[in-house]
């Protein structure tokens, strides 16, 4: 053909915008995107030209539309109905992205509680900087986890999968002036963090020093690990405020209770 220069085949096409050449004939046979040219062989020949076009249905196809609303803007475009589409199809973009951010930090955050839980020992006190984090409450606990705390839990655990789009797991907290009284089972609420950038929490931990501690085992040795917390703010001379933070940091790889291990947060000044 005179203009083959400026054409490419089925076969050619197909490889420079990555699909394939069975897709393009099946898209030329249902009228949705047809070749320029047809040789007198019978032979399909597309233009540079036809790239955008081509990319604009196959990210139409991306973001959820089918072959038929796709092809009906095809044989009959309009500005409006394409940015009616549009402005609906952004929107589910949007919800997906926020989607994958949350799935993100959710094993972001599973990744690296695992590794702190690796090098955790039972006892460990240590001072560490934190940054700025965002928390989300439940409804207030007794402590006791009895069948009222556990209604609490199962309400926490819908509130997380409505917000983050995941259900994850969740620690507990407990004000440290009940720790100084030694009442080691009253416990305020359950917590979770907030996925990075969420514009919905309910508190935040400031940013600064806080002492961590691990118990590795069952939580009825959690009192001693707060003793332990306690003397160890007295001989250094650290003043512990607000809440002790609990949570779990192999909850998904744990085949005996005695191997769980519990990570304390606590502000200290």
């Not at 607000?242 to 940091?249: F, I, S």
Request: proline residues 2%; contains cysteine; neutral net charge.
């Amino acid at each position: 053909m005179n203009h083959k220069k400026y054409l490419y085949s089925s076969g050619e096409f197909a490889k420079f915008t990555g699909i394939n050449k069975r897709t393009l004939h099946y898209y030329n046979e249902i009228g949705l995107f047809c070749p320029e040219v047809i040789g007198e062989n019978g032979y399909h020949y597309y233009t540079c030209f036809q790239f955008a076009q081509l990319e604009l249905i196959l990210t139409l196809r991306k973001i959820g539309l089918s072959l038929d609303e796709i092809r009906e803007y095809v044989t009959t475009p309009s500005d409006e109905s394409f940015s009616q589409m549009m402005i609906k199809k952004k929107k589910l973009i949007d919800e997906s992205i926020n989607q994958l951010l949350s799935v993100q930090s959710f094993l972001e955050q599973k990744a690296e509680r695992l590794k702190i839980g690796m090098q955790s020992k039972h006892g460990k006190i240590e001072r560490c900087t934190l940054l700025e984090r965002k928390l989300v409450l439940s409804a207030p606990i007794s402590g006791d986890y009895d069948e009222e705390d556990f209604s609490v839990a199962a309400e926490f655990s819908l509130r997380l999968k409505t917000l983050f789009h995941l259900y994850d797991n969740f620690g507990s907290r407990i004000s440290m002036e009940q720790i100084e009284k030694k009442c080691f089972h009253r416990y305020d609420s359950f917590f979770a963090y907030c996925p990075h950038g969420s514009k919905t929490y309910d508190v935040v931990l400031p940013a600064g020093s806080y002492l961590r501690a691990y118990c590795i085992g069952r939580w009825e040795q959690l009192p001693a690990i707060y003793q332990s917390i306690l003397s160890y703010a007295r001989a250094h001379q650290l003043t512990l405020t607000g809440y002790a933070y609990e949570e779990g940091l192999n909850e998904m790889s744990i085949k005996d209770k005695n191997d769980y291990i519990t990570m304390i947060t606590v502000k200290c000044d």
